[in-house]
Each structure stands twice: as structure tokens, then as C-alpha cells.
């Protein structure tokens, strides 16, 4: 009986998280001597671990030109994630995207993460400051921390915000496409369940048509 006691805790959202915190917290303080000016700290969760969350959300990386330390902590130093899911109560034009796209009411009950933890002002500005082997060496790393994370929250959907988050886990296929043959949505999966993903909420141009339709093909994959 203690056994199934010790598994189950072992192999709950919370414990998983806290052990990938603190894991990360390790990982970033050998990295970040290589990265020199771009080591800009990092983040991992814009909410708390749930069990079966009705969306778990997965972006490209933390965006912003702040050196960034607060959450960054391993949980052995008291590093932790927010109380609530940011999306559904942040200012940042992301999470305001997101509250247009499936309300307050929905992402409160939902939490998210980024297929890569190193935080950079936008993807190509960490591309031409980051070598290409530390950004396969940082990407296999979070990569690995995401699917434990997946396996122990085991969310009813995974929505990634931005093809390429998506691409990083797995082969994708479009499944949608404006009038004009844009693709809007790509399908596929992490660690075995389904997710889908949208054009980057912010860094890609989009009309007003391209975004109610967006929203309405990804609702209805829900």
C-alpha cells in the first residue's frame, strides 16, 4: 500500500513540475556562461500543474528583452509557477489574443508551457545570437521536460501557438486554410495526444477573416 502511495505522488503534475523546475534551474546555470548577453533567464509555466486540463498551451519561448529571474528559481530554492493561468488575467498582448480567442472562463481552468524555456526577444534574434548546437542542446533538453510534463498532466487537448512549437515535437499536416490557401492550423501530436496549432498569435500577420475563421476551426477541433 505505501509502494502505490510513493508511485502516485512520484508521478503527479505537481512533483513532475517541481522536479522539471528544478532540473531546469541546474541546466540554465551551466548554460547560461555560454550564452553570455543571451542569457535572458527563462520560464516554464503560465500556471499551475493540472491534472486532465481541458487545453495545456505550447509556445515557441518566453518572449520580451527583460532578464528575466522571477520564477526561474529550481523549486529546491522556492521557484514555483503562478497560482493562477496567466492567459486568463495578463496585460501581454499574447494572453489578450487568447482571451478574444477562448475567454477568460476557459483558460482559467487551463495552463501552458514553451517548447523551448530560454527566454529571447523574438525567434530570430535567438537564432543569430544562440549557436546552432547550444539551441539543439537547449531544444532536447526542454523537449524531453515538456513530454514528462504532458505524460503527468495529461491534457484533453494541446493547442501549440506558432507551427514551429508543434513541429519541435513531431511531423505535422495542415488541416486548414483561409480562402486565399493560407494554412491556419496544423495538426498533430506530443507524446501520443492530439494537438493542434495556430499561426503565432502575435508574430504572424493575419486579416480579420483569416483570425474568426482560425478560432472558429480550432473551437470546434475542441
Do not use: K
Amino acid at each position: 500500500m505505501g509502494r502505490v502511495s510513493v508511485t502516485c505522488i512520484a508521478s503527479s503534475p505537481d512533483a513532475v513540475c517541481r522536479a522539471v523546475y528544478a532540473e531546469t534551474a541546474a541546466f540554465y546555470a551551466a548554460l547560461s556562461p555560454r550564452l553570455g548577453p543571451a542569457a535572458r533567464g527563462y520560464e516554464i509555466l503560465y500556471g499551475p500543474p493540472l491534472r486532465a486540463p481541458p487545453i495545456l498551451f505550447i509556445g515557441t519561448q518566453p518572449g520580451g528583452t527583460r532578464v528575466s529571474h522571477h520564477r526561474t528559481r529550481g523549486a529546491d530554492l522556492g521557484g514555483t509557477w503562478p497560482e493562477g493561468c496567466e492567459y486568463a488575467t495578463a496585460p501581454w498582448p499574447m494572453a489578450v489574443h487568447m482571451r478574444a480567442m477562448f475567454g477568460a472562463a476557459l483558460l482559467s481552468r487551463c495552463t501552458g508551457t514553451n517548447a523551448v524555456f530560454l527566454r529571447a526577444p523574438d525567434v530570430a534574434t535567438y537564432r543569430r545570437e544562440v549557436p546552432a548546437a547550444l539551441r539543439r542542446e537547449a531544444a532536447a533538453f526542454c523537449r524531453a521536460r515538456v513530454e514528462r510534463m504532458v505524460r503527468a498532466m495529461r491534457p484533453e487537448r494541446i493547442v501549440a501557438i506558432g507551427f514551429d512549437s508543434l513541429a519541435a515535437f513531431g511531423p505535422t499536416e495542415p488541416v486548414l486554410a483561409s480562402p486565399s490557401g493560407r494554412t491556419l492550423l496544423r495538426a498533430g501530436a506530443v507524446c501520443g495526444r492530439p494537438a493542434t496549432a495556430t499561426l503565432h498569435l502575435t508574430g504572424a500577420w493575419m486579416t480579420a477573416a483569416d483570425r474568426t475563421a482560425m478560432t472558429a476551426g480550432l473551437l470546434a477541433s475542441l
